[in-house]
T-cell receptor, first 114, second 114 residues
């Protein structure tokens, strides 16, 4: 079945540091890939997505590139802010009959200190 | 426009009891999905409903059931509660029953079973 593996947290950075959160996946075919963010006490918000190989998703300074050859979708940001502190989830959605559901990784807690 | 709303926000139940959680999708959305997020884990898919019919079910016991009403709102019921059912229950709505559209998540219902 489909699965997502993302780097263990927590990750603690200073403001303006570079961020990378690794994500790899296992899936049949070519799924759509997502990064969601969850701020304390809130639900999930879609951060960015990519629907085919070599697509780059980007939003709010965050980027991730769909790498088919390495089955990866790593999240990056060049300069993090305190307001980026949250839990980040990598997720996939399969193609075909099961393409209605999202499969999530375990999440990575990011804390950015001033 | 209002986003996905869920009620109640929090509730505490005793083992063996039954609970009903409610979700109102974004206006115009006909699909509702339910996810369980245990503390420290990523959300796990429970159900998807579209046009009042169950379209998909995750690997959850029969104690979990759901339904969708003519106004597309939904209820998730859990019978014979176990301590392990303690989690954040997330509802997501989407315009259609396929994976072609983004899922929008509500803030969740925090269930504590004692």
């Amino acid at each position: 079945g489909n699965s997502v593996t993302q780097m263990e947290g927590p990750v603690t950075l200073s403001e303006e540091a570079f961020l990378t959160i690794n994500c790899t996946y296992t899936a049949t075919g070519y799924p759509s890939l997502f990064w969601y963010v969850q701020y304390p006490g809130e639900g999930l918000q879609l951060l960015l997505k990519a629907t085919k190989a070599d697509d780059k998703g980007s939003n709010k300074g965050f980027e991730a590139t769909y790498r088919k050859e390495t089955t990866s979708f790593h999240l990056e940001k060049g300069s993090v802010q305190v307001s980026d502190s949250a839990v980040y989830f990598c997720a996939l959605r399969g193609k075909g009959g099961s393409n209605y559901k999202l499969t999530f990784g375990k999440g990575t807690l990011l804390t950015v200190n001033p | 426009d209002a986003g996905v709303t869920q009620s109640p926000t929090h509730l505490i139940k005793t083992r063996g009891q039954q609970v009903t959680l409610r979700c109102s999708p974004i206006s115009g959305h006909k699909s509702v999905s339910w996810y369980q997020q245990v503390l420290g884990q990523g959300p796990q898919f429970i159900f998807q409903y579209y046009e009042k019919e169950e379209r998909g079910r995750g690997n959850f016991p029969d104690r979990f059931s759901a339904r969708q009403f003519p106004n597309y709102s939904s209820e998730l019921n859990v019978n014979a509660l176990l301590l392990g059912d303690s989690a954040l229950y997330l509802c997501a709505s989407s315009p259609s029953g396929t994976g072609d559209h983004e899922q929008y998540f509500g803030p969740g219902t925090r269930l504590t079973v004692t």
